[in-house]
C-alpha cells in the first residue's frame, strides 16, 4: 500500500510549519539514543524513537491530524499500538525472540498512556495485527524511509533489574518525544533549556563561597569545630571510587553544606552528570534548595516537589500538548527534591513521571534523612537503588544523623555484599563532642490544656507533635498570645517561608516567640530553640527534633522534652510501628543513651524485624513486568493527594500565568503557593463549594486561608504517612 506522502508527526506551529513525521522519528531516535547510553540501553531507545510513531503514517491519523487543525471535533485516532505491533510482529514473530520485543514494545505502547502489563501486551499486539491487515505493509513502507536502526545486543539483565532497564528506556524515549515535539511547538522554550552551569563551574563557586564562609566566622566555637572535621572529610572522601557511601554527621554539624561539597567533588573527579538531592519534607527541601542556590547561583539549582500529572491518552490538542510538555525532565546539574517524587517515579507506569529519570544515570544521589524511607517498602526500595548503582554507574550518599546501617541487617538483602564506605569515619567523637541538650523524659501523659500552661510560660520554646490535627488543637488553646506561630503543610511553601523568617529573626534578637509544628520542622530546618517539646515519636524522630534545640551550642545544654499527649492521635502504619519500638527502648535505656549512634541501629534492627519490608508484594509483580500494579502498589504517600492553589501571596498571578501558558516555567513560579490534601478530603470540599477544579487533580482552594493556621479545612497530614 502506497503512503500518501507527506506525513506529519503534528500540527502546524505558530509559524504555520507542520512537523513532518519523518524527521520526528528520526530526531526522537537520535535523541533516545544519546539518552539511554549512560546506562547502557541506546541500542534499544533508537529502536524505540522510530518505531514509536508508526502509527501517525495510518491515514486515518492524518485525517484526524488535518480535523484538530482545522478546529473540526474528530475522535482520537490510537497510534502507540502501531509501533508496537511491529516489533511484536519483527522481533517474536520472524526472529523468534519471545523476549526482546518486550523491551522495547512497552515502553513504544506506553509513550501518551503509560507503560503496560507485559502479560497483555502480546494479545493486544496479536489482535490489532488481526484486525488490520494492512498496518504491517503501511509500517514496512515507512521504515523503509527512515534511518536503519543499529543492531540489538543482549539484554542486559533479568528480574528487577530488567524491570528498571525498561522504565529508563521508556523514560529515554518519552523525554525525547516530549523534547522533539516542543522544538516544533516552542523553540524559546526549548532553547532555554541549554543554559545551565556545568559541575566544573559550579564546583569552582562553591569553593569561593566556602571559603568567603568560613572566613566570615569571626569566633569559632566547638560546633564550628565539628563542622569543619566534616566538610573536610567529606573533601577527602569525594576522592575515593563510585558507590555506597554513608555521611553520619549530628544534628547541627553541617551536614547541608558539606554533603554538597562531596557530592559536587566526586561528580566532576569522576565525570558523574548531575547531583540529585531528595529530601523526605517540602520545608527542608524550600530551605535546602535556598541555601543551594546562594552558593551556586538561581539558575544550577532546580526545585522539584509538587507536579500536576497530565491527562495520559493520545489526545493531539495544542491545550493538551502544552499541559504534556510542563513536566519536569531533570536536565538540571543540581536538583532538589523529595523522596515522594524520586521514589514513585522509579517505580511509576506514567510518561510524564518517568521523563525524568533516565537523567539519574552517571549522577551522584544524596537522600537526605535516609532514615525516613518507609521500611513496608524498603526491600523495593533499596532494590533499585543498588541497581543504580551497579548498572547506571550512579554514586549513592546515605546521610542523617541516625543511620539505619541497611547492609548490616540480616533483614534485607538488598545491600548484602555492597561495600559501604563511611564519609565521616570519626563521627561517634563528633556525636560525643556536640552533646548540646539534656533530654527529659516524661512518664505520665499530658493533656492539651497543661501543655499550653507550660508553654505560656516559656519565652522560646518549640512545640512538635504528631499531626496537623495536633497542632491545630494546642493552637486553639493559644489563640490570644501574639507571638505564637504555626508551621505544617497546612501553609504553602512561601508562607513557610515566611514564617520560618520571622521565627529565625525573634529567636536572633531575643523576642518571645513560640513554634507549634509538625513533623515538617524536624530536619534541615536552621533554628536554634533553647526548650524544644517533642510528642513521643520513632525514636529518629525525637533526635532530629533535638537538632533544633541549643543548635549552635550557646547555652551549656538545652532541654528536649519527650511527652506523650493524652489526647493525640498517631499516623497510621510504619510511623505507629516506629513510635511502639520507641516507647519500648525509651523505657529500657536511660535518657543519655540517645546521644548513642549505636542505639539507632539497634532501634532499626528491632524495626525491621518487625516489619513485613515488601509488605505490598512489589517484587512479584516488577518481575512480572506489571508497570501498572506496581505503581499502584508502591505508595510512599498511602492515600493519593491533589495539588490546590491558595490564595496567599502572588498566587493568582502565577496561577492566571499558568493558565494562559502551562508551562514548566511558569509551574516553578506557582509551585509554593501550592498546597497537598488527600483526594478523598478534595471531593469533600467540591461538594461544600471550597474548591475549584483546574483540571485532573489540581483545584483553586475558595475556602478560608488563615495567616496563622493556613487552609482552614482538612484535617489529616499527607506528610504524617511517609515518615
Request: contains cysteine; glycine residues 6%; neutral net charge.
Amino acid at each position: 500500500m502506497a503512503l500518501n506522502l507527506p506525513c506529519y508527526a503534528h500540527t502546524p506551529n505558530q509559524q504555520d510549519k507542520w512537523h513532518h513525521l519523518p524527521s520526528h522519528l528520526t530526531k526522537v531516535a537520535e535523541l533516545a539514543k544519546a539518552f539511554a547510553d549512560p546506562f547502557g540501553g541506546g541500542a534499544y531507545a533508537a529502536w524505540a524513537g522510530l518505531f514509536h510513531d508508526l502509527g501517525k503514517f495510518n491515514p486515518a491519523f492524518q485525517t484526524y491530524l488535518q480535523a484538530r487543525h482545522e478546529g473540526q471535533n474528530h475522535p482520537p485516532v490510537p497510534h502507540a499500538i502501531w509501533g508496537a505491533a511491529m516489533l511484536y510482529q519483527l522481533l517474536f514473530k520472524v526472529v523468534q525472540n519471545p523476549e526482546l520485543w518486550k523491551d522495547i514494545a512497552m515502553p513504544v505502547y506506553g509513550h501518551h498512556a503509560g507503560l503496560p502489563a507485559a502479560g497483555r501486551l502480546g494479545q493486544d499486539a496479536e489482535e490489532f495485527l488481526q484486525k488490520n491487515g494492512s498496518a504491517v505493509d503501511i509500517m514496512r513502507e515507512a521504515l523503509a524511509s527512515l534511518p536503519k536502526p543499529p543492531p540489538l545486543p543482549p539484554l542486559p539483565g533479568e528480574g528487577t533489574r530488567r524491570e528498571l532497564f525498561i522504565r529508563l528506556l521508556f523514560s529515554a524515549l518519552v523525554d525525547a518525544d516530549y523534547l522533539d515535539t516542543e522544538e516544533h511547538f516552542a523553540p524559546d522554550l526549548a532553547a532555554s533549556r541549554k543554559g545551565w552551569p556545568d559541575l566544573h563551574q559550579l564546583w569552582s563557586r562553591f569553593i569561593e563561597k566556602q571559603q568567603a564562609f568560613i572566613a566570615a566566622r569571626k569566633t569559632k566555637s566547638l560546633t564550628d569545630a565539628v563542622r569543619m572535621e566534616v566538610y573536610e572529610a567529606c573533601l577527602r572522601a569525594a576522592e575515593g571510587p563510585p558507590g555506597v557511601w554513608r555521611l553520619t554527621v549530628p544534628t547541627g554539624g553541617g551536614k547541608t553544606r558539606s554533603g554538597l561539597a562531596f557530592a559536587l567533588k566526586h561528580a566532576v573527579l569522576h565525570g558523574k552528570r548531575r547531583i540529585v538531592v531528595a529530601i523526605p519534607y517540602t520545608s527542608i527541601i524550600e530551605q535546602t534548595a535556598e541555601v543551594y542556590r546562594k552558593i551556586l547561583g538561581d539558575e544550577a539549582v532546580l526545585e522539584h516537589h509538587s507536579q500536576v500529572v497530565p491527562s495520559e491518552n493520545e489526545e493531539q490538542d495544542s491545550a493538551t500538548m502544552r499541559f504534556r510538555l510542563a513536566a519536569e525532565n531533570w536536565d538540571a546539574p543540581v536538583i532538589v527534591t523529595t523522596t515522594v517524587q524520586l521514589f514513585e517515579s522509579l517505580f511509576t507506569d506514567s510518561p510524564a513521571r518517568a521523563r525524568k529519570l533516565h537523567n539519574l544515570a552517571r549522577s551522584v544521589i544524596l537522600l537526605d534523612e535516609v532514615q525516613a524511607l518507609p521500611p513496608e517498602i524498603l526491600r523495593p526500595t533499596l532494590d533499585v537503588l543498588r541497581a543504580l548503582v551497579e548498572d547506571c554507574g550512579v554514586t549513592l550518599v546515605l546521610s542523617t544523623a541516625t543511620q539505619p546501617a541497611f547492609d548490616e541487617t540480616p533483614y534485607l538483602n538488598e545491600f548484602s555484599c555492597m561495600e559501604v564506605r563511611e564519609i565521616v569515619p570519626q563521627y561517634r567523637e563528633h556525636f560525643e563532642q556536640l552533646r548540646r541538650v539534656n533530654y527529659e523524659l516524661r512518664q505520665e501523659p499530658i493533656s492539651w490544656e497543661s501543655l499550653a500552661r507550660e508553654i505560656r510560660d516559656l519565652r522560646q520554646v518549640l512545640v512538635i507533635l504528631n499531626s496537623r490535627l495536633d497542632a491545630l488543637h494546642l493552637l486553639k488553646m493559644l489563640d490570644d498570645l501574639p507571638d505564637v506561630f504555626h508551621l505544617s503543610t497546612l501553609l504553602c511553601g512561601a508562607h513557610r517561608k515566611k514564617v520560618l523568617a520571622e521565627v529565625a529573626l525573634r529567636l536572633q534578637k531575643g523576642k518571645p516567640v513560640r513554634l507549634i509544628s509538625t513533623q515538617v520542622v524536624e530536619a534541615g530546618v536552621d533554628l536554634d530553640f533553647p526548650v524544644v517539646y517533642r510528642a513521643v515519636g520513632p525514636l529518629d524522630r525525637i533526635v532530629q527534633a533535638a537538632g533544633r534545640c541549643n543548635r549552635e551550642g550557646r547555652l551549656a545544654a538545652g532541654l528536649t522534652v519527650v511527652f506523650e499527649p493524652a489526647e493525640g492521635r498517631t499516623p497510621r502504619g510504619a510511623y505507629k510501628t516506629g513510635l511502639e519500638k520507641a516507647r519500648l527502648l525509651l523505657r529500657e535505656r536511660p535518657a543519655e543513651s540517645l546521644h548513642d549512634p549505636d542505639l539507632y541501629r539497634q532501634y532499626f534492627q528491632r524495626l525491621f524485624q518487625d516489619v513485613n519490608l515488601d509488605e505490598k508484594g512489589i517484587q512479584e509483580y516488577r518481575f512480572a513486568l506489571d508497570y501498572p500494579e506496581v505503581a499502584r502498589r508502591y505508595r510512599l504517600i498511602e492515600e493519593e493527594t491533589v495539588a490546590v492553589v491558595v490564595p496567599y501571596g502572588e498566587a493568582e498571578k502565577h496561577l492566571r500565568d499558568w493558565l494562559r501558558y502551562p508551562g514548566r516555567d511558569t509551574w516553578r513560579k506557582l509551585q509554593p503557593y501550592v498546597v497537598s490534601i488527600f483526594r478523598y478530603e478534595a471531593t469533600t470540599f467540591k461538594k461544600q463549594g471550597l474548591l475549584d477544579p483546574l483540571g485532573e487533580g489540581f483545584y483553586r482552594w475558595i475556602g478560608r486561608y488563615d495567616e496563622r493556621l493556613g487552609l482552614v479545612g482538612p484535617l489529616y497530614d499527607p506528610n504524617d504517612l511517609i515518615v
